[in-house]
Structure formats: structure tokens, C-alpha cells
């Protein structure tokens, strides 16, 4: 009977010591606050993060190219490089006029806008459109973009008339851009396609739309709008 006693006393003092031990272990994988990485925290989340949204045809949605390959997806990737909490959103259609962007605009700026790229026009152009309605058009999407995001701020892609449409069509088309830049103090993106139309090398076979590497070149000339706005 004593030597049963003796074994579950030393089976109790066992148990406790190792009870002990347990709680010792615990409290030290317990770190201070301090010395918790927080790094996951501070990164931006989606909730965080402001939105840039390319609203635009086919010169924004990259026509005959994927989408890794178009202009707005290389200023996500520059975006990315430079940490800069922004999401990049291409809202590109192939063949888009400025009535048609305006038709679909409330369903496009239903997402928060904190910058608005328009890029809108050239198809209005070449098909020889009223000058007085593209510019009216292009001033309805900015007034409605606004009036739904105060703070947004908008930039501008000018565009350019080739020479044949005729002297008088072209001096009007190309100040579009410019005065309406000036009246809502947009932006302005002089020319989008600067350095690139009109040169083969930078262009699909059509002649019309830029190829990966005339897409680079674009992604300077909206660098450098949007850079000191930042």
C-alpha cells in the first residue's frame, strides 16, 4: 500500500512539472506587440486603393493585342513598381463613339472614380462627325462625371485630325480638347498618340492602332500628364 502511495505521488509531482513546463512554453511564444510584423497591414487593400479609370475606344482598349500588352495594364505595372495605391481599370470598347461612351458612362462610373481618363474622339473623326457634337458629348461625360465625384480629376487624351479631313474640320476637331481641358481644368494629355502615328514600326498593319511597342510610347505620353498629379 505505502509503495502504491509512493508511485502515484511521484506520478503527481510528474504531471505537475510538466504541467509547469507547458505554461512556461506558452508564455513565451507570446510576443511582445511591438515585435509583431505589421507589414500586411500596412499594405493598401482594394478597399484602400483609388481607382483610375480608362474610359475610351479602341486606342485604350488595345485593339489586336491582349490585354497585358495595352497601355492601361503597362501604367498598372508602373503604378505597382513605384507603390503607388492605385487600381487601374480599362474601360476601353473598340469602335466607341462619344455618343456612344456617353450612353454607357452611368454604368462604367458606378465603381468609385478618383481619376477619370477620357479618351474619347477619334472615331467621331474619322467618320466625319459634327465637331459641335463631339465636343458637346465629350462636355455631357464630363459633367456628369464630376457632378457624381466632385473630387474626381479628369484628364484629357487629345486627338488629332489628319490633313485630309479638310482645313476648317481639322482646326476645329483639334481644339476640342484644348478648351475643353481649359473650361474644367482638366488634365490635358496634348496628343495620345504623339511619337507614334504615323510611324510603321509602331503600328498593327492598319495603320491605325499602335503595336507593343507603339503601346510603351503611349504610356509615356499618359505618364507624363498624370505623373505631377500624383
Known amino acids: 500500500m505505502q509503495k502504491n502511495l ?21 508564455s513565451t511564444e507570446v510576443l511582445p506587440k511591438e515585435t509583431i510584423n505589421t507589414k500586411a497591414e500596412e499594405e493598401p487593400t482594394n478597399a484602400t486603393k483609388k481607382t483610375i479609370l480608362c474610359f475610351g475606344n479602341s486606342l485604350t482598349a488595345g485593339y489586336g493585342l491582349d490585354p497585358e500588352e495595352a497601355w492601361p495594364f503597362l501604367l498598372q ?23 456612344g461612351g456617353m450612353n454607357r458612362l452611368d454604368w462604367v462610373i458606378k465603381q468609385p472614380v478618383d481619376i477619370f481618363i477620357l479618351e474619347l474622339g477619334a472615331n ?5 462627325l459634327d465637331v459641335d457634337l463631339t465636343k458637346a458629348n465629350l462636355e455631357t461625360i464630363i459633367v456628369n462625371v464630376t457632378k457624381k465625384y466632385p473630387e ?3 484628364v484629357l487624351a487629345g486627338m488629332l485630325a489628319p490633313p485630309n479631313m479638310g482645313g ?9 480638347f484644348s478648351d475643353l481641358a481649359m473650361k474644367y481644368k482638366a488634365v490635358l494629355i496634348p496628343f495620345l498618340l504623339d511619337e ?22 503611349v504610356l509615356e ?4 500628364a498624370l505623373a505631377p498629379i500624383f
Open 196 to 217: 507614334v502615328a504615323g510611324k510603321p514600326e509602331l503600328n498593327l498593319p492598319d495603320g491605325k492602332h499602335p503595336n507593343v511597342a507603339g503601346q510603351k510610347v
Open 152 to 154: 474626381v480629376k479628369i
Open 168 to 176: 476648317d474640320y481639322e482646326k476645329k476637331f483639334n481644339r476640342i
Open 6 to 26: 509512493f508511485y502515484i505521488s511521484c506520478l503527481v509531482l510528474v504531471l505537475l512539472s510538466a504541467g509547469c513546463k507547458d505554461k512556461q512554453a506558452t
Open 124 to 128: 467621331d473623326m474619322l467618320r466625319g
Open 77 to 99: 505595372q508602373r503604378l505597382d513598381s513605384l507603390e503607388q495605391p492605385y487600381t487601374v481599370v480599362n474601360a476601353g470598347l473598340s469602335g466607341e463613339t462619344t455618343s
Open 221 to 224: 505620353n499618359v505618364w507624363a
